[in-house]
């Protein structure tokens, strides 16, 4: 069994930064991309950042320039997303995700239980 872990979610004012850490735990066998959605009241899920074994990284066009993200250097089992000067409209519930190659059951998309991340005006 796989599971995801999320922390770091809260209430913050416009402008002010926020970190999300995402572990992975189970019987895992390795890890490929990591990364982090978020779903908004009334809109679909989108992708925030996503982030490689190999360390590559991709932002949504929104964020870019003002959220990080990385995973940890030895395990590479946990992402994290450093977000900075936040916008209201970055309120939303994060998600973490994972493509995992878990040691029963092969291949698998996994999901953590999310996070709220809510930013005031």
């Known amino acids: 069994q796989v599971q995801l872990v999320e922390s770091g979610g809260g209430l913050v004012q416009a402008g002010g930064s926020l970190r999300l850490s995402c572990a992975a735990s189970?019987?895992?066998?390795?890890?490929?991309?990591m990364g982090w959605y978020r779903r908004a009241p009334g809109k679909q899920r989108e992708l925030v950042a996503g982030?490689?074994?190999?360390?590559?990284?991709?932002y949504a066009v929104s964020v870019k320039g003002r959220f990080t993200i990385s995973r940890n250097n030895a395990a590479k089992n946990t992402v994290y997303l450093q977000m900075n000067s936040l916008k209201p409209e970055d309120t939303a519930v994060y998600y973490c995700?994972?493509?995992?190659?878990?040691?029963?059951?092969?291949?698998?998309?996994?999901w953590g239980q999310g996070t709220q991340v809510t930013v005031s005006s």
């Open positions: 189970g019987s895992i066998f390795s890890i490929n991309a």
């Open positions: 982030i490689t074994s190999a360390g590559s990284t991709n």
């Open positions: 995700n994972a493509d995992v190659f878990a040691v029963v059951g092969g291949r698998n998309d996994y």
